[in-house]
């Protein structure tokens, strides 16, 4: 048969997770958390199971973790959405994401990616038939050129993706690149997928430019987001989106028939977890600890950074190091000094490598402090 997908393999966290445990290495490749999920969320979720949550959740989802859903961007961005027509929990935002893209972009359309860029957004356009249009950014600062985004603006733009906090590089965008996001879309039908599943892990009192909070760009965009990143519990695969209800009924209809439905006792679990608002407000405070050990301890390592903004990855730039190609590199690490990371190359247009591997901080103190250790003698 003739493949869909040609050039795809499989994802690097697949690939560098599997030879972290080969070589009995510190995982901090694959974004996940290596501490427990908090024992009250648990909780609620076995008694969501021992009270009758176990038959198919409404096609978009429990209506009472909708309704905190809504809660949650009243009180954080001051900006509604209908519980009923406006948001709908997905299995991940992986499954949002491919599904939003299914919905909407036909034979080709084209798709403006910012490169570095998480993996799943490319094939989900090329499998679809539409074709992404990168637009390449750069360590260590991952700025945006407006002008040239406006200059791959086309008469077959079907749709944006953006991502801040930005997985893998740890930026944030700025109001002024929201803004001037607002202006290029403003009088096309262009579609924003914005991807906000680190909404809540943001650095250094920075505040997370929610797609939401720009009244034009809402009306055009999904947000994506994830329970995984906030709850600690990336195993789960609940996530949701929301978009006004236009957009909303037209990804219904295929959310209907990829899925239906997603894990109800998780969601109703999710719902009571959420009705006390720290659960999640807290998540900028015990990540920076993180952040900032994990930056103390290799300050006198061989490898340069700038902070992370936000997400729960740190790069690292290891050009004093060695001249390895970064997949190279990542793998040697691996083999022979026992920790594992991400090249951030795999994420770039045609492989550009810019000399640096991303770090996944979720772990506990524990494993920062040996991760560090070994980071230090390199
Ligand atoms: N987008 C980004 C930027 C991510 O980092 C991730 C998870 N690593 C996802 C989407 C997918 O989220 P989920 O695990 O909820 O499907
Ligand atoms: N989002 C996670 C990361 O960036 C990986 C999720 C996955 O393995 N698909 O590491």
Not at 153 to 167: F, G, L, Y
Not at 216 to 226: G, V
Not at 300 to 328: A, C, H, M, N, W
Not at 370 to 378: F, H, T
Request: glycine share 4%.
């Amino acid at each position: 048969f003739n493949s869909k997908l040609p050039n795809v393999g499989t994802t690097i966290f697949t690939v560098m997770s599997a030879l972290a445990k080969e070589h009995h290495a510190l995982n901090l490749s694959q974004g996940f958390p290596n501490y427990p999920s908090s024992q009250k969320l648990n909780d609620f979720v076995t008694n969501a199971m021992n009270n009758g949550y176990n038959q198919y959740a409404p096609m978009a989802g429990n209506l009472e973790l909708r309704m905190a859903i809504a809660h949650k961007y009243e009180l954080l961005y001051n900006s509604s959405y209908h519980p009923e027509k406006e948001i709908t929990v997905t299995a991940g935002a992986t499954q949002a994401i491919y599904t939003i893209i299914s919905a909407f972009v036909r034979p080709n359309d084209e798709v403006i990616i910012f490169k570095p860029a998480y993996d799943c957004y490319e094939p989900a356009v090329e499998i679809n038939g539409g074709q992404t249009i990168p637009i390449q950014l750069s360590a260590p600062n991952y700025k945006v050129n407006w002008e040239e985004v406006a200059s791959k603006i086309s008469s077959q733009t079907k749709m944006i993706i953006i991502n801040s906090p930005h997985n893998p590089s740890g930026t944030i965008w700025s109001k002024e690149d929201m803004l001037q996001l607002q202006k290029l879309t403003n009088n096309t039908n262009i579609i924003v997928l914005s991807d906000e599943v680190y909404e809540h892990i943001v650095f250094d009192d920075a505040q997370h430019q929610s797609a939401c909070l720009f009244e034009d760009l809402k009306q055009r965009s999904f947000i994506t987001a994830s329970f995984g990143k906030t709850f600690h519990n990336t195993g789960w695969k609940i996530g949701y989106c929301c978009a006004p209800e236009i957009l909303m009924s037209e990804f219904r209809k295929v959310h209907q028939f990829n899925v239906f439905s997603v894990h109800h006792p998780s969601q109703k679990g999710i719902s009571d977890y959420m009705q006390d608002s720290k659960t999640y407000l807290g998540l900028n405070a015990f990540f920076q600890q993180k952040r900032d050990l994990f930056l103390n301890l290799i300050s006198e390592s061989r490898f340069k950074f700038q902070p992370s903004q936000g997400t729960y990855f740190q790069v690292l730039d290891y050009s004093k190091i060695t001249d390895d190609y970064d997949v190279d590199f990542a793998k040697r690490l691996t083999r022979d000094f026992k920790i594992a990371a991400i090249p951030l190359s795999v994420f770039n247009d045609n492989g550009k490598d810019d000399k640096v591997l991303r770090f996944c901080f979720a772990k506990t103190d524990d494993t920062l402090i040996r991760a560090s250790e070994i980071l230090c003698k390199i």
